[in-house]
C-alpha cells in the first residue's frame, strides 16, 4: 500500500509507520492555510451583501445577475426563450 | 391548479407553440407528485430522528453508523486503518 | 464488559454497554428502509426526465418550470420583475 | 461594458428605473472578483490534492484528517467513543 520506496525523499524524511510525516504535515498545512483564505474572501463577499441589503437592494436578485453573468449570453437568451414557450405551453 | 378544459386529451395531442402541451404536462406532474412522496419520506426519517434523541440516542452518531453501515466493510477498514496510521504520523 | 451476548432478543430489552441495542438496530434499519425508498423515488424521478430527454424536452428547462410551480405565483412575479429591473438599470 | 469611471461617487447618483445603477454595478463586480480569487483558491487546493496524490497519500484520509483537525479535539474524541460503543452495541 504505502511501500517506503521514494514517497518521502526529503533528505530528512522522517518516516513514522511509513508515512513521510513532514511531507504529509506540510501539505496539510497548505491545504488548510488555503482553507482560511477562502473562508475571509466567503466573509467579505457575505459583507457586501448585506451593505447591498443595507442600500435597499435585493440580495437574492443580484445573486441571480451574478449567477446569469458568468453565463454564456447567447446560452441565457436560449435558456429564457425555451422556459417562455414551456410556460406558454402549460398557461403559465 | 391545472383545470382539464380540452388540455387532458390524449388523442388531440395539443401542440402549443410546437410543444407537446399535454406530454409536457404530463411530465412535470409525474415527477412533482415522485418529489412529493420524497418529501413525506424525508419527513418520516426526521420523526425517526426526533424519537432517536427522545429515547437518549446521538442523532449524528446514529448517522455515521448509517453511513458505515452503506459502505463495503473491507473498505471501512482499510479507510480506518490508513486515518490511524496517518493520525500516529502526525502525533494525533 | 459487554455480558449481555446474544443483542437481538426482542424481549430481553437488551443492553449492551449501557445502549438499547434492540431500539437502537430498530431505528437504524427503519431509516435505511426509508432511504431504500427515497433512492428508488429518485431513481424514478431520473427515468422520468430520461424519458423526457427522450421526448424532445429540455430537462433543465423543465427542472425550472417545476421550480416556479413550487413557489408562490406572486412570490414570482415580483422577482422576475426586479430581475428584469435591476438587468436594465445594468444595461444587460 | 462596464467603463471605469467614479462607480461609487454617490453625488453623481445615477439611477435607472429607480436603481442606482453604478452602486448596483460596482457591488456586482466586487463580488465578481472575490468569486474568481475563490476559484483560485479552489484550483490551488486541487493542485495540492493532486501533488498529495502523485507522492502517493490517500487523498480521502487526508480530507479526513483535515475536518478532524477542524473540530476541537475533546468533541472528536466523545464523537468517536460513541461510535465505538453504539458499533459494539450493534455487534458491528
Same mark, same amino acid.
Given at each position: 500500500?504505502?511501500? =517506503?520506496?521514494? +514517497? ?11 508515512? +513521510? ?6 501539505? #496539510?498545512?497548505?491545504? =488548510? ?11 467579505? #463577499? ?5 451593505? +447591498? ?8 436578485? #443580484?445573486?441571480? #445577475? ?7 449570453? +447567447?446560452?441565457? =437568451? =436560449? ?14
Amino acid at each position: 500500500m504505502f511501500d =517506503e520506496g521514494d +514517497a518521502g525523499t526529503d533528505t530528512s524524511a522522517a518516516t513514522v509507520g511509513g508515512i +513521510a510525516a513532514d511531507r504529509l504535515r506540510s501539505i #496539510i498545512e497548505r491545504v =488548510e492555510r488555503l482553507e482560511e483564505e477562502r473562508k475571509a474572501l466567503a466573509a467579505d #463577499i457575505k459583507d457586501i451583501f448585506t451593505e +447591498a441589503k443595507s442600500a435597499g437592494f435585493d440580495v437574492r436578485t #443580484i445573486r441571480h #445577475i451574478i449567477r446569469i453573468r458568468r453565463q454564456d449570453p +447567447a446560452a441565457v =437568451e =436560449e435558456q429564457e426563450s425555451l422556459l417562455d414557450i414551456y410556460r406558454r405551453a402549460l398557461g403559465m
